[in-house]
């Protein structure tokens, strides 16, 4: 594990899957991650490349050939090597394997820096085109926070406060892709989206169109805990479906779940990114605690 700290935060990252493993105030102790519970799911922040999501009967064809990547990639099961380590920052990163391009076959490197600025800690992620051909692919976050509010038997935990333009939802269905139709926001009265059994009934509120520029995450009494905020044209807010469970995700995506019956080339995956040899690409998001 290595940590990072200002005089405000602390964060905590593990090399395997250089995934965030806490997020916690320097003087008060208080956790902000969700701590991995496998009783409800035991991740806590993984990095989703080179694909987000799933593939439509879990095929991409890259190059005229069909490959079979996981939901969500790989290399949030990958060691990944610490390259750079500083007090307030450190980054991971990570490369292509021979044997890794049997499922996809681009030369690429991933880059994924952690830095504190006053109560703020920005994730951001470089992809690099090691190789001579151009690449495609996905890259998401997906951190997931404590609901220091829950209770078992209290069915609302907190609330979302989103930022941008909102109208309405995608839905994933069958074998996890996106379903045609478009689905109203679960909204309460004063325009806030519970946190609840009820709006994760169908699994992932999935917003595209690059809807939400940010996302609040407020407890119970409406007092905010964390602010997430990004470029990314997707966001996905997830908990377990049908599980009042004490955590939330906030997921900025750059990138999408194949569209149902999807049998398309990688290069019309929906949001996906292109890379020519040698190329960089930049993203990620921030995530501010109160």
């Known amino acids: 594990m290595v940590s990072i ?17 806490s997020l916690s105030d320097v003087v008060t102790g208080k ?25 439509w009967n879990g095929e991409c064809r ?21 390259v750079r380590s500083e007090e307030n920052l450190v980054t991971f990163a990570v490369r292509s394997t021979e044997e890794e391009r049997e499922v996809f076959p681009a030369h690429y490197l991933v880059e994924a820096t952690f830095s504190l600025e006053g109560r703020k800690v920005k994730v951001e992620f470089t992809v690099t085109n090691e190789g001579s ?57 004063d325009g806030l989206v519970p946190v609840c059994v009820d709006t994760f009934a169908n699994e992932a509120l999935i917003f595209d169109g690059h809807q939400l520029t940010a996302a609040t995450l407020l407890n119970t009494e409406r007092q905010p805990v964390v602010r997430v905020q990004s470029t990314a044209p997707a966001w996905l807010f997830w908990a377990q479906q049908g599980q009042h469970c004490p955590f939330v995700c906030a997921e900025p995506w750059y990138g999408l779940c194949d569209n149902q019956h999807f049998e398309g080339d990688v290069s019309e995956r929906t949001y996906i ?3 020519l040899p040698g190329e960089k690409w930049v993203g990620g998001y921030t995530v501010e605690v109160f």
């Open 133 to 189: 051909e151009e690449m495609w692919f996905q890259l998401g976050g997906h951190p997931a926070f404590m609901l220091h509010d829950f209770q078992e038997d209290v069915p609302v935990s907190g609330y979302w406060r989103l930022e941008g333009k909102t109208h309405s939802l995608l839905r994933a269905g069958t074998q996890g892709c996106i379903e045609p139709d478009r689905v109203p926001i679960p909204l309460t009265e």
């Open 5 to 21: 700290k200002n005089s405000e935060l602390q964060v905590v990252v593990s090399p395997a899957g250089a995934e965030m493993q």
């Open 273 to 275: 990114n292109h890379l």
């Open 31 to 55: 956790e902000y991650l969700w701590q991995g519970d496998p009783a409800y799911w035991g991740g806590r922040s993984p990095i989703l490349f080179p694909i987000v999501g799933g593939l």
């Open 62 to 82: 890259i190059g005229g050939k069909a490959y079979r990547i996981p939901k969500h990639g790989f290399v949030k099961k990958r060691e990944w090597e610490m």
